[in-house]
């Protein structure tokens, strides 16, 4: 079965603080997709990134990095530089081509504060 | 506005009252998606159109949750005989293409509808 685990619940750093969220999933497809969002508190998910599961190439975009490694089916995500604009909940998600892709499966979210 | 557009924004029902949810999505998606946000918790799927075709409906939790698009654009998703348990955010969300989010196709979401059962 597929799950995706968030542990940290709650992060709080002081601005220009680097931070990183975790992420791990678990799934039994060889061809999956995983998603970071952003929620603020107005409510609505904001995408920041998709990688599919044949492409462990890092990426950056500008203060964002992720790093998504296979062999410990992890996929987490650091704010280099921290702003108060990045306070939100951040969540990880996965969808499985094998399930047709429409069902995206959630993490529990990590609220992260960033302090002036 | 541009976005997906959702109403009520917020809403708060006896238990055993009916409600129902309204979501626009942006004009011309394809593809529409209701998810459920218990407080503290990632969203959940519940149902996904194409169009106005229900092909998957496996996350409604029961027999009192109904959604429906009949003309392939605005969706509304019923509750029947609400109870507590029902308390949540209901997120819609929709995408131009027929393939999920698996493409280079991104999904936007709406604000959600918030519910609160007393």
């Known amino acids: 079965a597929q799950k995706v685990t968030q542990a940290q619940t709650e992060i709080s750093v002081v601005e220009k603080e680097d931070v990183t969220l975790d992420c791990v999933y678990e799934t039994r497809d060889t061809t999956y997709y995983l998603f970071w969002y952003k929620q603020p508190p107005s409510g609505e998910l904001v995408f920041l990134i998709r990688?599919?599961?044949?492409?462990?190439q890092n990426e950056i975009s500008g203060r964002y990095s992720w790093n998504f490694q296979k062999s410990t089916s992890s996929f987490n995500f650091t704010i280099t530089a921290s702003q108060v604009v990045d306070s939100a909940v951040y969540f990880c998600a996965l969808s499985e081509v094998d399930t047709g892709g429409f069902k995206t499966i959630f993490g529990a979210g990590t609220r992260l504060f960033v302090k002036a | 506005g541009a976005g997906v557009s959702q109403s009520p924004r917020y809403k708060v029902a006896k238990r055993g009252q009916d409600v129902a949810l309204r979501c626009d999505p942006i004009?011309?998606?394809?593809?529409l998606f209701w998810y459920q946000q218990a407080l503290g918790q990632g969203p959940e799927f519940l149902t996904y159109?194409?169009?106005?075709?229900?092909?998957?409906k496996s996350g409604l939790p029961s027999d009192r949750f109904f959604a429906e698009r009949p003309e392939g654009s605005v969706s509304t998703l019923k509750i029947q005989r609400t109870q507590q348990e029902d308390s949540a955010v209901y997120l819609c969300?929709?995408?131009?293409?027929?393939?999920?989010?698996?493409?280079?196709?991104?999904?936007?979401f709406g604000e959600g509808s918030w519910l609160t059962v007393v």
């Open positions: 159109f194409q169009n106005e075709a229900q092909l998957d």
């Open positions: 990688r599919n599961s044949f492409d462990e």
């Open positions: 004009s011309g998606h394809v593809s």
């Open positions: 969300a929709s995408s131009l293409l027929r393939t999920g989010p698996l493409s280079g196709n991104t999904i936007y």
